[in-house]
Each structure stands twice: as structure tokens, then as C-alpha cells.
């Protein structure tokens, strides 16, 4: 997924678009640091919750 951003940030460059080229590269860094988080490579149920309760939790407490 990493390389189409990139492919796609390249193509935005070259046809003159400096607005959307960072979008996707802003998606590509996105992508290559969720998999240096510990909880991103996980699947649900190893983690003992789900990404619902914890939005949940954030939300309660944020506001």
C-alpha cells in the first residue's frame, strides 16, 4: 500500500499538483509507521480490546 502512495505522490508531482503530492505521502509515512507500532500489527482479540472501546475511553475523556 506504502509504494501506491508513493506512485501516486509521484504522478501529483509531475503533473504540477504540489497540494496533493504531500497528501499522499503524508498516507504513505502513515502506513509505514503503523507498522512499527506494536497494537497496528496485532489482531483484535490479542489485545484484550477492541479499537471501539478504546475511541470510546479517549472520548470520555477528551470530551
Do not use: W
Request: proline share 2%; net charge negative; glycine share 10%.
Amino acid at each position: 500500500m506504502a509504494s501506491r502512495k508513493a506512485m501516486a505522490a509521484y504522478i501529483a508531482l509531475k503533473d504540477g499538483d504540489c497540494g496533493l503530492a504531500p497528501f499522499y505521502l503524508g498516507e504513505m509515512i502513515h502506513y509505514i509507521a503503523d507498522v512499527s507500532s506494536y497494537c497496528h500489527t496485532l489482531k483484535h482479540d490479542e489485545l484484550g480490546y477492541t479499537n471501539h472501546q478504546i475511541e470510546g475511553a479517549i472520548l470520555l475523556r477528551t470530551g
